[in-house]
């Protein structure tokens, strides 16, 4: 089974960033994959240049064992928010997500959706060495989208959301996993190209 990280990005209670990200999480699973949920309310991380916490080994040992990651934050003020920065701070240098195939989602209450943030969230993700795939969803008129329960009501929303999923799976399974068994049958038999002398 594969494993994929999926990190909701903001520490305000009753958000909607976790709502988005748990249609992405149920279709992840519903494809056979072993998802790790990281929900910024339940971390506990410190600023650069102060000790570290366990939550933070933690985190980034669960994203260097994983075959991908999906992180979401909500926009606020124009940018990711804070929490998903203290995220990416905690990550190490090199960063965790140094090579790892990383699916951005984005949540806004506007009607503009999340674009902004993400496209910032795109380039700090990109500087510390993710694979930044193209297509990040960003989810206007998040509130709407949702009832009272949690449930996704609007059928756009959850397309994308799922789509999202699908995306980081055919990218998997075109690019990295590929790459990984070439590697797994070099080890084992030797290059193919190799010749003895």
């Not at 397309?159 to 797994?184: M, N, T």
């Amino acid at each position: 089974m594969k494993k994929i990280v999926s990190i909701s990005g903001t520490s305000r209670p009753d958000n909607f960033t976790s709502l988005a990200l748990a249609v992405v999480t149920d279709e992840l699973r519903r494809n056979d994959i072993e998802v790790v949920v990281i929900d910024a309310r339940e971390l506990n991380l410190s600023f650069p240049g102060y000790p570290e916490t366990e939550d933070a080994v933690q985190l980034r040992d669960s994203i260097k064992s994983a075959d991908g990651v999906v992180l979401a934050t909500p926009e606020y003020h124009g940018s990711f928010c804070a929490m998903t920065k203290l995220i990416i701070e905690n990550l190490g240098f090199p960063s965790a997500f140094s090579n790892k195939p990383v699916a951005l989602l984005g949540v806004a209450g506007g009607r503009i959706g999340a674009i902004k943030s993400l496209e910032q969230l795109r380039g700090v993700c990109a500087h510390t060495g993710a694979i930044v795939l193209p297509n990040a969803i960003s989810i206007a008129g998040v509130r709407s989208a949702f009832d009272k329960e949690g449930n996704c009501t609007d059928p756009g929303t959850e397309k994308a959301l799922r789509g999202l999923a699908q995306s980081l799976l055919r990218f998997l399974k075109e690019y990295v996993y590929p790459k990984h068994a070439l590697e797994e049958m070099v080890r084992e038999n030797g290059a193919p190209w190799s010749a003895s002398v």
